[in-house]
Nanobody, 123 residues
Framework: VQLVESGGGLVQAGGSLRLSCLAS????????MGWFRQAPGMDREFVLA????????YYADSRKGRFTISRDNAKNTVYLQMNRPKPEDTAVYYC?????????????????WGQGTQVTVSS
């Protein structure tokens, strides 16, 4: 199983950015997916998750209304749309697969991880 994130980079606060996570070695439609992030010196933090059918997502309060998660099972890809990012959103963003159709906010419940993509938000 391999997960490859892309789309990270430098973005101005208030702009927008879309991260992609392409999965190979498994059929993504059978699994829940999550996005997490980790800033320097900080623990890995939950961002968003989506169930197998895309019908259930968890929003951390601070990101509600700004970030959305979606999936295209035909492309084996999950997306994280970041609107109006803030400097405090600067981190390495990781996608992860959970061997379950149901999503979770706990990183311990995810089985496969990508290498991460850096997102830097300038003020």
């Amino acid at each position: 199983v391999q997960l490859v994130e892309s789309g990270g980079g430098l973005v101005q606060a208030g702009g927008s950015l879309r991260l992609s996570c392409l999965a190979s070695g498994l059929t993504l439609s059978s699994y829940a997916m999550g996005w997490f992030r980790q800033a320097p010196g900080m623990d890995r933090e939950f961002v968003l998750a989506i169930s197998r059918r895309g019908g259930s997502t968890y929003y951390a309060d601070s990101r509600k209304g700004r970030f959305t998660i979606s999936r295209d099972n035909a492309k084996n890809t999950v997306y994280l749309q970041m609107n109006r990012p803030k400097p405090e959103d600067t981190a390495v963003y990781y996608c992860a697969v959970r061997s379950s159709p149901y999503d979770s906010r706990s990183y311990n419940e995810y089985d496969y991880w990508g290498q991460g993509t850096q997102v830097t938000v300038s003020s």
